[in-house]
Nanobody, 119 residues
Framework: VQLVESGGGLVRPGGFLRLSCAAL????????MGWYCQAPGNQRELVAT???????NYVDSVKGRFTISRDNAKNTVYLQMNSPKPEDTAVYYC????WGVGVGNYDYWGQGTQVTVSS
């Protein structure tokens, strides 16, 4: 499975930006798609995930500002970033992890897309 991200770039504080991640290939079994971010000098950390059954999880710092959604027919996950702050500046990585019969555990990462929040 290959994860292809798009939508990063420069955005002003208080603006909006939408990230997309398409999974190319067959996704098996129970899984979750999500977004993680990594700022310079920091570890990669969770932003939001959405499970194949619909359960959604956000890190506290983005609750009320970011919205994750998923189109299972397109194997695509989105991150709508509203009212971003300069501290949201990071490389954003798409992730797909899960388990499938005959496949076992799997964990895929996208190449990352830069998001810069600045006026």
């Amino acid at each position: 499975v290959q994860l292809v991200e798009s939508g990063g770039g420069l955005v002003r504080p208080g603006g909006f930006l939408r990230l997309s991640c398409a999974a190319l290939g067959t996704i098996s079994g129970i899984n979750a798609m999500g977004w993680y971010c990594q700022a310079p000098g920091n570890q990669r950390e969770l932003v939001a995930t959405v499970a194949s059954g619909g359960r959604i999880n956000y890190v506290d710092s983005v609750k009320g500002r970011f919205t994750i959604s998923r189109d299972n027919a397109k194997n695509t996950v989105y991150l709508q970033m509203n009212s971003p702050k300069p501290e949201d500046t990071a490389v954003y990585y798409c992730n797909l992890k899960g388990w499938g019969v005959g496949v076992g555990n799997y964990d895929y990462w996208g190449q990352g897309t830069q998001v810069t929040v600045s006026s």
